[in-house]
């Protein structure tokens, strides 16, 4: 029994004395808004802790005030909603750029993550929760598609669906009269 003692204690001595660093307790959380199927740059994302994992469900908390939350309630309740209207304390903040926001050292938790600048030309993503860890990972990767609303974006390459119906019921007249033609 001793044995085992001096060997678990020499391991942990010898992981400690290396430096190497003990993965658990801290996680990251990188955001990479999408448009179109492109990743943005420009948007100022928002992580803010608003709550824990227990074992009754989850804790939330807006710096003031505690709730005890069912998880299926997280998605089903409008909580997120909710929570982002809020001023979190601790909020940190960051400009997604080539590959994204990027936090790191997030202690375990739920986070609430938005978009905290105006809409790019109306442009933004829709608040949500993550968890750390998330499932087995430490490190949790998003890409929460932009929505618009507002006007959608100008294009010169495509025609209109009106012109192209024209286009096509033109294209057609032309081929019957050609039809016509050529059968007399």
């Not at 309630?73 to 601790?90: H, M, R, S, Y």
Request: hydrophobic share 40%; with cysteine; net charge negative.
């Amino acid at each position: 029994m001793l044995r085992k003692w001096i060997c678990l204690a020499w391991a942990v001595g010898l992981i400690l004395g290396s430096g190497v660093e003990a993965k658990a307790g801290s996680g990251s959380i990188r955001i990479e808004p999408i448009w179109c199927g492109a990743p943005v740059c420009g948007v100022t994302v928002g992580v803010c802790k608003v709550g824990a994992k227990t074992e009754a469900g989850v804790v939330l908390t807006d710096g003031l005030a505690d709730w005890q939350v069912q998880e299926d309630e997280l998605t089903e309740g409008n909580w997120v909603n909710w929570l982002a209207q809020k001023e979190i304390p601790d909020e940190r903040r960051c400009l997604a750029g080539n590959g994204g926001a990027l936090f790191q050292n997030l202690q375990e938790g739920i986070y609430l993550v938005r978009q905290t600048d105006d809409p790019i030309n109306g442009r933004l993503f829709e608040p949500f929760f993550l968890g750390i860890p998330d499932g087995e990972s430490w490190d949790v990767y998003r890409a929460p598609k932009m929505i618009s609303r507002g006007e959608p974006p100008k294009t010169g390459d495509r025609p209109t669906p009106l012109i192209g119906a024209m286009g096509i019921g033109l294209s057609v007249a032309f081929l019957m009269v050609f039809v016509d033609e050529h059968r007399r």
